[in-house]
């Protein structure tokens, strides 16, 4: 084969046209150039912050959608970007292969192979990468330089075609803008993007889109480690204060006594250890968004001043008589059930309600399905980076093993189980060649985590109110953990996931009483 025919030139045009999903329109165009260029893996990636990101692939491992590859670390890639025209690597070229170990029509290391890569350019600016495969040695050496160029303007076409229908330049903006309000340790923990394509997934960033331009509160619900901060962040940047802060408190990790002057700030001498004035976060955050995380962990009198200034946007310092004016947005986070915690009388019903103006449940990682290996990619690459290695993959047993796994942890879990994992593939096998994490390098464990001993509700003869079941509830199954815990409180408080101030409290308020025996 010299050249493509005009008819497949054609009908790939035409699908410029057509009404389709981002991802159906770049299967298509992959699908069509495999028939006119035959080869092994195919890809189609956009350039992003000095990243290629892949956005379809064909013949590459599921996890390759992950990944994103940064430049300064893969040499043809970079070479594609600046030759600024189609570049077909020598089958002994020594750059090493960003898809290595990657290919499903190759286990283990590629062979001496065909590598074509083509950079994707409109209005002078590069905006992605097709990458073409094929375990044929020359296999494109006799394509010509203009057909090649012909499909490059062909595959760019798409891609500029798909960036102006759904908004990713904008998005794009608002994610650089995203990344400079928030902490380099923060991006490198979670990501700046929510990832995964599930059924979940979708709805979860159509809701999103549907409320982000607003200005609702928005409680943000889920289980320890889905992701809730990513989503606040993603709440922010596509929020109509995008230029305004994000700023963040964990309501969790502050001592009650402190919460207040955190949250809106005191003036200097306001109380013992006050030497200079504070602006709280209220205030840091005026005219953006503020984020409290762990909300359901405030105390109850915390509770009745933030109530005031989400009704009123009026915060006082602690130590000020005059009140202050701040316009916020708040977005709060938890992974306790506060329906219940009203029940039980542990959160106030009215900040409840004005906290889940809009409420957000975040999905957990279980329910997401092929997303994990997605995740698996993104964090396999951000490992392979920190150790230095050539290559970083999961073994087909491994990817059937992290699907069937139920994640009580969730994304969370699924980043330090890789980085684990990893570190022990480098042990058995070296940080030479590529390192595959097999599954007896992965410690999950699939038996479900022990739970503690839950009391029994009252027969259905002694009925009582909810709050009143509620509280007997509590009542059992904190002295049970108390007497198993030999009555120490902060052995029951770790037991029963609470701050051990507030298992206290709670306690005194259920009449539980500890007698010590004097010897």
């Known amino acids: 084969m010299t050249d493509i025919n005009h008819s497949l030139l054609v009908s790939i045009a035409l699908d410029l ?26 890809a189609l990636l956009a350039y992003r912050e000095s990243q290629a990101v892949p956005l379809a692939i064909q013949g590459l491992s599921t996890d390759t959608r992950g990944r994103r590859f940064h430049l300064d670390d893969h040499p043809r890639f970079k070479a594609i970007a600046d030759a600024g025209r189609p570049v077909r690597f020598a089958t002994d070229s020594d750059l090493p292969d960003p898809y290595d170990g990657l290919l499903l029509a190759e286990a283990g290391d590629l062979p001496v192979h065909a590598c074509m890569g083509l950079p994707l350019y409109s209005d002078n600016r590069l905006l992605g990468f097709l990458t073409l495969d094929s375990l044929q040695p020359d296999s494109f050496d006799s394509i010509g330089e203009r057909t090649l160029e012909v499909v490059s303007a062909l595959a760019a076409a798409t891609l500029k075609a798909a960036m102006v229908l759904d908004g990713l330049e904008q998005q794009a903006q608002r994610s650089v803008q995203v990344m400079q309000e928030l902490t380099s340790e923060a991006l490198s923990r979670d990501g700046s993007s929510l990832l995964g394509g599930s059924a979940v997934m979708t709805r979860l960033k159509q809701e999103l889109a549907l409320v982000a331009p607003s200005d ?12 809730k901060e990513l989503v606040a962040r993603t709440l922010h940047a596509q929020s109509n204060r995008r230029q305004a802060p994000l700023v963040h408190i964990n309501c969790a990790a502050l001592p009650e006594q402190l919460i207040e002057s955190e949250l809106f700030g005191h003036t200097k001498g306001a109380f013992t250890g006050a030497a200079n004035a504070r602006t709280g976060k209220f205030l840091l955050a005026d005219g953006g ?27 006082q310092p602690v130590g000020q008589d005059r009140v202050q004016l701040v316009d916020v947005r708040v977005i709060a986070a938890t992974n306790r059930n506060l329906k219940a915690e009203v029940a039980a009388g542990r959160f106030r019903a009215d900040l409840y309600h004005r906290l889940s103006v809009y409420p957000i449940k975040v999905p957990p990682l279980r329910s997401r399905g092929a997303d994990i290996l997605l995740l698996a990619g993104f964090f396999l690459e951000n490992t392979r ?34 980085s684990r994992s990893a570190l022990k ?13 097999n599954p007896g390098h992965c410690d999950l464990d699939s038996t479900p985590a022990p739970q503690p001993n839950r009391p029994e509700l009252p027969a259905d003869d002694h009925p009582l109110s909810l709050k009143a079941a509620v509280d007997a509830f509590q009542r059992k199954l904190i002295s049970d953990v ?10 029951t408080a770790r037991h029963l996931e609470m701050d051990r101030a507030n298992l206290q409290r709670l306690a005194k308020r259920l009449g539980i009483r500890v007698k010590k025996d004097l010897a």
């Open 216 to 227: 609702f509160t928005v409680l943000v619900l889920g289980e320890t480690g889905v992701g």
């Open 425 to 437: 593939a480098v042990r058995d096998q070296g940080q030479q060649g590529f390192v595959t994490i």
């Open 385 to 418: 980076r920190r150790l230095g290695l050539k290559q970083l993959k999961l073994g087909q047993a491994t990817q059937s093993l992290l699907l069937a796994y139920d994640w009580p942890g969730n994304v969370r879990e699924l980043e330090h189980c890789i």
């Open 482 to 491: 108390l007497a198993r815990e030999e009555h120490n409180w902060s052995a």
């Open 289 to 315: 968004t503020l984020f409290l995380d762990e909300v359901g962990e405030l105390s109850l009198a915390t509770q009745s001043k933030l109530l005031r200034t989400l009704q009123n946007g009026e915060i």
């Open 17 to 42: 046209a057509t009404s389709l999903a981002n991802e159906d329109r770049f299967d298509r165009l992959l699908t069509a150039l495999r028939k006119a260029i035959p080869c092994d893996a195919i």
